[in-house]
């Protein structure tokens, strides 16, 4: 079994990729070891609530979870104005409320370290949100993320735009030190950029497929109401290109994990501009076969997107049926 610290800033994407790992720790593929929060799509005291009302719902609420330190990105507004203040439309209220406390939870890089330490080269770090927590551990720790088994991102854009500025993607541009500090901690880092997310559109004939199976069921419900304000609020922001539904971006790695037939990874030196006027956020690749390159990542620039959401559309009905 996979045992899998997730870094995350929930609501948006990151409650599928979220469902996606519990769906798979129900089906005794992987243990969710911890779930450590992170400011980004919505501030930090949200992304854990979120989590915890998420956990509550699926049954999980025995999860631990870690808060986020507050960074506030100089250059990169959050994405409230997308995901709602809740980080789902609203949703939130209508979710009964977290069991785990802010005011007493341990923060997210002390728990990283701990897990960690606690079981060097077993637990694999998935992080779908800035690099603030990785970072913060590495700094405190030096070294601690080498002891993780993997580290799998999404993040960066290579050869697309980004889709906070012309340069940036969101996990990236959001925290571009963060993510420096990330990049050069070891050798073997995965790298998810939106090169292949961008082609990930969860569509509302998905979302009813997945609810169909049981559509009593709270998550169910859940499912397909989120589905309802993460289509509707793409659209507002043109997020799919007129294609009808929302990009379940930080899935991506879930899929790495268990789909691998789905992706395609080649080995880059990937480094991440912190100095430029324009490009702050910027992932640079460079794939030359020549050693002085010096690799430090795997990078998927090809996906076969129907078969993964497939994947995750069967996991998250196995989710949702009865005992
Ligand atoms: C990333 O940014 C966030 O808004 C999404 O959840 C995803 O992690 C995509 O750029
Ligand atoms: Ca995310």
Redesign the pocket.
């Known amino acids: 079994r996979l045992k899998i610290i997730l870094d995350t ?1 929930p609501g ?3 409650i599928f990729a979220l469902l996606w790992i519990l769906s798979l720790v129900k089906q005794g593929f992987m243990e969710l070891v911890a779930v450590t929060t992170a400011q ?2 919505v501030n930090a005291n949200v992304t854990f609530e979120c989590a915890s009302q998420v956990l509550g719902l699926t049954g999980f609420a025995q999860i631990e979870i870690g808060k986020g330190v507050i960074f506030t990105s100089a250059e990169i507004e959050d ?1 409230a104005y997308i995901h709602g203040v809740d980080g789902m439309g609203g949703l939130a209220a209508t979710l009964p409320a977290g069991k785990h406390k802010y005011s007493t939870a341990p923060t997210s890089d002390d728990l990283i370290i701990e897990k960690l330490n606690a079981e060097p080269g077993e637990i694999t770090l998935i992080a ?2 800035p690099l603030t927590n990785l970072a913060a551990a590495e700094t405190k720790s030096p070294g601690i993320l080498k002891k993780a088994k993997e580290i799998i991102i ?1 993040g960066g854009a290579f050869r697309v735009s980004g ?1 906070v500025t012309s340069h940036a ?3 990236i541009g959001f925290n571009a030190e963060a993510a420096k500090v990330v990049f050069n901690s070891r050798n073997d880092i995965v790298i998810l950029p ?1 090169d292949i ?1 961008s082609q990930l559109i969860f569509t509302p004939e998905m979302a009813k497929d997945v609810s169909q199976v049981n559509p009593q069921n709270p998550i169910a419900k859940f499912i397909l109401e989120l589905n309802n304000f993460l289509t509707e609020s793409s659209l507002n922001y043109r997020q799919t290109e007129g294609i009808k539904g929302f990009l379940v ?2 899935a991506a790695t879930i899929a790495y994990l268990c789909y691998p037939e789905t992706l395609l990874l080649q080995r880059a030196r990937v480094e991440v501009e912190t100095q430029g006027t324009f490009t702050n956020g910027q992932t640079i690749f460079d794939d030359r076969h020549y050693p002085k390159t010096n690799p430090n990542a795997w990078v998927s620039l090809q996906v076969d997107e129907a078969n993964l959401l497939a994947s995750l559309v069967e996991d998250l009905k196995v989710l949702i049926l009865g005992e």
């Open positions: 800033d948006g994407d990151d980004g799509n994405a779908i949100a999404m889709n993607e969101f996990n939106l997310t971006h930080d």
